[in-house]
Nanobody
């Protein structure tokens, strides 16, 4: 059984920064693409950023130039550095990983961490 644990959310003023982290633990053989999604109240979950196992990244237009996704393939973690935060970045942020075990491959999600941008 693989578990994803997120940390780093909280309350921040507009223009501030936060760093989210997501760590996978358990019987892991490897991890493919990792990603961060977010879901604001009353809205659908949307993709924020992805990073492949080779380090290629992709960002939603709304966060380009402000957010940076990174990963550590040894620690099985993915981070999201969020800078110049805006009130519209307020949402629950979820990490997602394509997990490979010795028995199966599947997509796993974290439990979500709240990010609130407000003065």
């Amino acid at each position: 059984q693989v578990q994803l644990a997120e940390s780093g959310g909280g309350l921040v003023q507009p223009g501030g920064s936060l760093r989210l982290s997501c760590a996978a633990s358990g019987n892991i053989f490897g991890i493919g693409t990792m990603a961060w999604y977010r879901q604001a109240p009353g809205k659908q979950r949307e993709l924020v950023a992805t990073i492949t196992s080779g380090g290629n990244t992709n960002y939603a237009d709304s966060v380009k130039g402000r957010f940076i996704i990174s990963r550590d393939n040894v620690k099985n973690t993915v981070d999201l550095q969020m800078n110049s935060l805006k009130p519209e970045d307020t949402a629950v942020y979820y990490c997602k990983m394509f997990v490979i075990t010795t028995r199966s491959e599947y997509v796993d999600w974290g439990q979500g961490t709240q990010v609130t941008v407000s003065s």
